[in-house]
């Protein structure tokens, strides 16, 4: 019998946001597995335990990225991690983008300000509504639209990022998005296992501090050609070619018309389950599948 451990964050006393997480431990312990789900900064965990820890909905790494990659590695030394370490490196930062787009991957255009670096009003976008955000984040956290009149508001943004130690992105907003929205296609053992689209998530005049709703009107999708071929060749870009257990791909339009990368999302991404319930039992295959691989020589 394996032994998984799902890797969550500790809600304290509020529910769990993680629709998945319960259905997901409840279907691989009625497949045979010893499943649970576990914090993954629980002091007490041992993760050796486990023939495999599946990061699941560590949904508060962002805020403690580095604790949090510390942590990927010293789990990836006592077990099997997935996906592993190495990846959970290069993708909590979203400065990988530029390495996406070195290899030909098309992509949101992106500015990185590092702290130290200049970005005051007239170095921010005067022709077109722009986005700041931080390289790290998850769910919109500390993201924001703004328009050309906003840039002194933005550069504030930018400000106050820096003063914590971040490295802000500037990026177009890409106004196709208000009507096509963002897919988002999502991958399972190296292939597609659905996809699904919600409308956008930045609204004007939302503070970059303000709780957003990381879906909006989530419903299925069916990915055309272009938008596979995009996601195949972002996943083909990933350094060092790694067996992924799990990836999302969020896709959006480009002012031609067609899809390129918002984001590429391999650490803890929503699978959205509840959405697609037919890819629950492919989802459970996989995972025990991973779990049976030995760990050693």
């Known amino acids: 019998m394996s032994r998984v451990a799902l890797a969550t964050y500790d809600p304290g006393s509020a529910p769990s946001r993680d629709r998945d997480l319960g259905p997901l431990v409840a279907a691989l312990r009625a497949a045979g597995a010893d499943a649970e789900a576990v914090h993954w900064d629980d002091p007490d965990a041992d993760w050796a335990g486990y023939d495999l820890v599946v990061i699941r909905s560590t949904w508060d790494y962002s805020g403690r990225a580095a604790e949090f990659t510390a942590w990927a590695e010293r789990c990836a030394k006592a077990t ?35 702290p130290g670096e200049p970005c005051g009003p007239r170095d921010l976008p005067g022709g077109h509504d722009f986005v700041v955000k931080p390289v790290f984040g998850a769910g919109a956290r500390l ?20 003063a914590g130690g971040l490295t802000a992105m500037v990026q177009p907003y890409l106004e196709r998005i208000d009507v096509s929205g963002e897919r988002a296609l999502q991958y399972a053992g190296g292939r597609l296992l659905h996809a699904s689209r919600k ?14 709703t990381a879906h909006p009107g989530l419903e299925p999708w069916t990915p055309t050609t272009a938008e596979l071929a995009v996601a195949e060749s972002a996943l083909a870009a990933v350094p060092g070619a790694p067996e992924l257990l799990y990836a999302r791909v969020d896709l959006v339009d480009g002012p031609d018309g067609a899809p390129c990368v918002m984001e590429l999302e391999l650490v803890e991404p929503n699978l959205f ?25």
């Open 199 to 212: 409308r956008a998530v930045l609204s004007p005049g939302t503070a970059y501090d303000a709780q957003k």
């Open 80 to 114: 099997r991690l997935a996906n592993p370490a190495a990846v959970v490196r290069w993708n909590t930062d979203k400065r990988y983008l530029g390495d996406l787009a070195a290899a030909g991957v098309p992509v949101v255009p992106t500015r990185y300000v590092a």
């Open 143 to 162: 993201a924001a639209r703004y328009t050309p009149a906003e840039r002194g508001t933005a550069a504030a943004q930018v400000a106050r990022l820096h």
């Open 273 to 297: 389950l509840w959405l697609h319930p037919g890819s629950l039992e492919r989802v459970v295959a996989e995972i025990l599948a991973a779990a049976a691989v030995p760990t050693r020589p």
